[in-house]
């Protein structure tokens, strides 16, 4: 019997945070990534008669783990977690780092240390489904906020997105693409702008956008391919062009 091809269900938790629930329709089971809270993930795997067989942590902010306990206290499975954050985030079965690769089901992940956001990060890249679960490194138009690296290391976070297949499918955790489109309309009104993407690409972007998030759809999974063109955090040049973004963005 042929196989059929797993799939990703977004669960929307808090204000605008995501949880990816990886669904292997052969076996019934499924995989959970960055929990923030269980309840939610909780009843949809009970709902759908899913077997959870594995959760994956991007990094140690609270509302992308905060849910883990309980959901493995409910449905028993192992936790994978960065190397990096083992004193911040306690409690898991498999600690990983750069080049590992995490196997659960049909699904092989190869682990990017991508630090920036917090200096641990990981991001979990599956090569033959060209998926990747970024957590909070890249957004919609945007990237994530630098807490605990430094401009380099975000900015060469940001490099290794390009090595990627065009046709990756970027899982980040926020719904963040309206707020940053509006910082990438004020970008494009500045006189001086050092970055100029793609003017008809993002209204293109833009149009798509709104009619998504009328229908209550969210923007995420992002397209590489896209977001090369008009995500401005791609297009800057240099460690000085995506710092003057990451000051100006954290302004607005
Ligand atoms: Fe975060």
């Not at 909070?136 to 090595?163: H, M, N, P």
């Not at 509006?182 to 001086?192: E, G, H, I, V, Y």
């Not at 209550?216 to 460690?239: G, I």
Request: charge should be negative; include cysteine; aromatic fraction near 10%.
């Amino acid at each position: 019997m042929a196989s059929t091809r797993p799939r990703v269900e977004l669960i929307p938790i808090f204000e605008d945070n995501y949880v990816f629930c990886l669904i292997d329709h052969d076996n019934q089971e499924a995989l959970v990534i960055d929990p923030g809270e269980a309840s939610k993930t909780s009843q949809f795997l009970k709902d759908n008669g899913l077997k959870l067989t594995g959760v994956l942590l991007t990094h140690h902010h609270n509302d992308h783990i905060g849910g883990v306990r309980s959901l493995v206290t409910e449905h028993p499975a192992p936790v994978i977690a960065p190397k990096k954050n083992k004193t911040q985030i306690g409690a898991a079965d498999t600690w990983v780092a750069e080049g590992e690769r995490v196997q659960l089901g049909p699904f092989n992940f190869e682990v990017l240390e991508l630090p920036g956001h917090t200096l641990g990060h990981v991001a979990y890249w599956e090569p033959k489904l060209k998926w990747l679960f970024s957590g909070d490194v890249l957004f919609g138009l945007g990237c994530g906020r630098i807490f605990e690296g430094t401009y380099e290391q975000a900015y060469e976070s940001l490099q290794r997105f390009k090595k990627l297949p065009m046709e990756t499918l970027i899982y980040c955790t926020h719904e963040y693409t309206e707020a940053n489109l509006n910082f990438c309309n004020m970008l494009s009104n500045l006189d001086n702008s050092p970055i100029t993407g793609d003017s008809e690409e993002l209204e293109m972007y833009a149009n798509q956008l709104h009619s998504r998030r009328e229908m209550d759809l969210p923007s995420v999974p992002l397209k590489l391919s896209v977001e090369m063109r008009v995500n401005p955090f791609l297009l800057a040049k240099s460690v000085s062009q995506f710092s003057y973004l990451r000051d100006l963005r954290n302004k607005q």
